[in-house]
């Protein structure tokens, strides 16, 4: 189960990473902070760039292995039990999706079948949720400063202990297949 989560300057990030992951067999759900006008043509574009399917995720829907799911403008996107997505307009919060509660559905559900990156952003959302991953056992990866077009998010969770990796944002793809295969 791989979880991806980005702000400011994370459309292209995201991009990026979804076009390194073909052959995935692992669903991906990914948190990125839009303005609310952006959402449907971020879907467009990332149906373009990723070697994996692309949807907006829906509520109760079954995860498919390789399949991408992205938040829905104004809904928390999160990992139910029996491997199904749950969306939510609670808790109110600066973020709506928001990486920390993506992050924390994950450390509770998936645990170490977990994979949790972190790219490009401003302020400090997914890194407390990084950490509960961490600390479930799952696997967290950090984009690196040089690589981010803003080293907010990936800084916070590296400074809380929250990344078991930093790297460029090239090298993530691979680290993703890696982590998968280690827990196989």
């Known amino acids: 189960m791989i979880a991806i989560a980005a702000s400011t300057g994370g459309p292209q990030a995201v991009a990026r990473v ?5 052959g995935l067999s692992a669903p991906v759900l990914v948190v990125q ?3 609310p006008t952006f959402t449907g043509r971020f879907q467009e574009w990332m149906a373009r760039e990723s070697a994996l399917p692309v949807e907006m995720a829906a509520d109760g ?3 498919r292995p390789g399949a991408v799911y992205l938040a829905p403008n104004g809904f928390h996107l999160r990992l139910a039990p029996s491997r199904r997505i749950r969306l939510s307009s609670e808790p109110d919060s600066l973020h709506r999706p928001s990486a920390d509660i993506l992050f924390a559905s994950l450390a509770e559900e998936a ?10 952003g401003m302020g400090a959302d997914g890194a407390a949720g990084l ?3 961490l600390r479930s056992g799952g696997r967290t990866i950090v984009q ?3 690589s981010s077009a803003v080293y907010g998010m990936a800084k916070a ?3 809380m202990g929250a990344a078991e990796q930093v790297l ?10 890696a982590a998968i295969g280690a827990r196989a």
């Open 157 to 159: 969770a590296q400074s």
């Open 111 to 120: 645990a170490a079948a977990g994979v949790g990156v972190l790219l490009t």
């Open 131 to 133: 950490l509960a991953m």
């Open 33 to 35: 902070h839009l303005h």
């Open 144 to 146: 690196d400063e040089a």
């Open 61 to 63: 829907v079954t995860l």
């Open 18 to 22: 979804l076009r390194g992951l073909g």
């Open 168 to 177: 460029h944002l090239d090298r993530i793809p691979e680290a993703i297949f």
